[in-house]
């Protein structure tokens, strides 16, 4: 049985950074692009970056390069998302999730490439 389950998200003030972490279970962890995705009330679900199986490519989204790092460690079979310089509307609902569609070593921006899903992580920024 697959499992990803976030955490880290939490109430943070406008400037400050918050790190996420995905622990994944069930799965072949480095078989698996790793991808972050988040929603705020109200608005479309948004890609917001990935990592390769590797963990040797990554890819952001628009909003947020620059001011985000995914990384991973396949020893602990966990994904991390960092985001500094955090603003108000970096609030939602951070998702992560795994891909090994056509591979371990490919950068998936579309969430209908993503086979599992974690639950969610709510990251609220207060201004």
């Known amino acids: 049985q697959v499992q990803l389950v976030e955490s880290g998200g939490g109430l943070v003030q406008a400037g400050g950074s918050l790190r996420l972490s995905c622990a994944a279970s069930?799965?072949?962890?480095?078989?698996?692009?790793m991808g972050w995705f988040r929603q705020a009330p109200g608005k479309v679900r948004e890609f917001v970056g990935c990592v390769t199986g590797s963990g040797s490519r990554t890819y952001y989204g628009a909003t947020v390069k620059g001011r985000c790092a995914i990384s991973r460690d396949n020893a602990k079979n966990t994904a991390y998302l960092q985001i500094d310089n955090l603003r108000p509307e970096d609030t939602a609902a951070y998702y992560c999730?795994?891909?090994?569609?056509?591979?371990?070593?490919?950068?998936?921006?579309?969430?209908?490439?993503?086979?599992?899903w974690g639950q969610g992580t709510q990251v609220t920024v207060s201004s």
């Open positions: 999730a795994a891909s090994n569609r056509f591979g371990s070593d490919f950068i998936h921006l579309s969430e209908k490439d993503y086979n599992y």
């Open positions: 069930g799965v072949i962890f480095s078989s698996y692009t």
